[in-house]
């Protein structure tokens, strides 16, 4: 394998991994605050759908994305809605709002399916940085959002374990009746995350539709949302986890695709079944009790919050 | 226990939900003329079952202009379809039994999957005609019919051979199945036809639609030193990842010149409407006969018919090349050559098909191997 080809995989890595890594990024912080949104998939594609549509009607992808992530944020909030005021089954919530998003996607994107975007993101080298060998093609000669995204990733990594805000997102992830007591609005930061959670989402979607493809197709996600779920565990709830797993799982595929032009054949079965036995490792593990504590795994995870019932 | 009952209300309202959704998805949608008024004599009713929306830009929207132009040619017959009907066999046999139900006299089943749920409605409806696309099974009043589509993937290896450089082809293909490799074998003849130096690459993506994962395979052949990609997939991202970057691309199922323009040489299209209207011409006039014929399949229409053909060329592609590939498609609808007409070696160099014969209908449904010129392997 020559350095040209080296390099390509993994910059394409990065390119795949990033709509995966804004999805996760949203479930890291949704499910930091104790709820399961299993509803990725159809907020990734009511994102995709809504970004694009505005992105080719004001030629600007920044407004596409403005969208996307309100798209999202309101997809969300249904599932904020059903699960910690009506304390309704997590599970059942986000699966229905996956097939939800998949069915409103198609619906509104009808009429704009295959249509050419006139503006999408482009490649921006940054200066300097692109030069250093190695980590500057493949880290620093990519399009906006994928800058965005390390900004991001660095922004919830500090939010989430150095700051006050932080500490009561984990402690309401954790014991959601503790940290009521202390005086931490559980049920509102609950709804925050979950909206947020919702908004990077659409965000992961929009990627999709905006610059990876960039064009509607119906379902453009094709199981990515779910691949983000599985990812937040593989991560352990760390934003800079995901990051790195985000660009394995994303590059699992085109690796592949690589490995087939040089006449090397691996099973594609195997390749897409990797990010899950990753997963179920992981899970294995964090299922130690020492381990538990290590990573602080969200302990509130999928409970509902009654402050009648403590 | 108000809570406890409560919950359980709130997961009923969440299922009740998901099936609603669900059924929003996979709903049907029935579009009927209205019947023949008082006089008129009656009408022949035909009905179509889709496995996706008519507007799919791809292999529902070709069925559903089929089922216009039908609609059009022949003025007794009143059409009616139902959309994104799923493959599985209580859906399916639950809208095809309704057709029948309905009064259709003729019900075409466009998916592969629907074979065996044709199969099972139609013991149950003796009197009512059912073709089903892409299978292989027959029964009395069931026909298996297809497209030669592989005529036209020739014809279109011709453009992508004279306007490759580099002398490789990438091919992002979806399944490793006999419709697929059938494809890739007939597109690298027509590439070797004009550029015998000239290799096709393939990169099997194992998903009809992902238009990410298609574009990926791609810029993998793309990287690899292709410069013409061409695709057996049902969105236009190798086209538009041919476009980035100035190379050339030949699309498929409908014109992806469209999604593409400075990149499409050309797409090899399905055009079902003369072949609709023929066969229920023949039913119409009692000749329906369903012995299969080609193979396992009843009919196999091909150029002849009119039924499959190439997309407008791209302005990339000369009027020397154009006349070349119209030259080719006069001798395939002469009857005179085929495609798979010998001499053929296989990868390995091994004559598959001799010197001036053609491989059988039966052979061609059932290939598994790939012509001397294709990078690549079957599996």
Known sequence: MNHDIFIAILA??????TPILYAALG?????????????VEGMMLVGAVCGFIIALNTANPWYGILIAMLAGGAVALIHALLTITLKANQV???????????????????SYVGM???A?????????LSNIPVIGPVFFNQDPMVYLSYILVAALWFLTFKTRSGLHLRAVGENPAAADSMGVNAFQIRYIYVVIGGMLAGIGGAYLSLYYVPSWMENITAGRGWIAVALVIFATWNPVNALWGSYLFGGIDALGFRLQTLNVNVSPYFLKMLPYIFTVVVLVLVTKRNMVKRIGSPQALGLPYDREER | MKKFSSKIILAFAALLMVALLTAGCGGSKTENKTAGQSGEPEKLKVGFVYIGPVDDNGWTTAHDQGRKYLEEKLPYVETSYVENVPENPADAERVITQL???????????SF??????INVAKKYPDVIFLHCSGYKNDKNVAAYFGRMYQARYLSGIAAGKATKSNLIGYVAAFPIPEVIRGINAFTLGVQKVNPDAKVKVVWTHTWIDAAAEKDAAVALLDSGADVIAQHQDSPGPQQAAEAVGKFGVGYNSDMGKMAPKAVLTSPVWNWGPFYVQIVQAIKEGKFDSTPKCGSLTYWPGLKDGIIGLAPYGPMVSEETKQLIEQEKQRIISGEWDVFTGPIKDQQGQVKVPDGQKLSDNDMLNMDWFVQGVEGSTK
Not at chain 1, 12 to 17: K, L, Y
């Open chain 1, 12 to 17: 394409t890595a990065v390119t795949a991994g």
């Open chain 1, 120 to 128: 999408p993101f482009h490649k921006i080298a940054l200066p300097g």
């Open chain 1, 27 to 39: 479930e890291i912080l949704t499910e930091r605050a104790g709820i399961l949104n299993l509803g």
């Open chain 2, 100 to 110: 029948a139900e309905e009064g259709n006299k003729v019900i075409f089943t466009t």
């Open chain 2, 113 to 118: 999957g629907y074979m065996d749920p044709t």
């Open chain 1, 92 to 110: 059942v919530s986000g699966l229905a709002l996956t097939m939800f998003g998949t069915g409103l996607s198609g619906y509104i994107g009808k």
């Open chain 1, 116 to 118: 050419p975007l006139p």
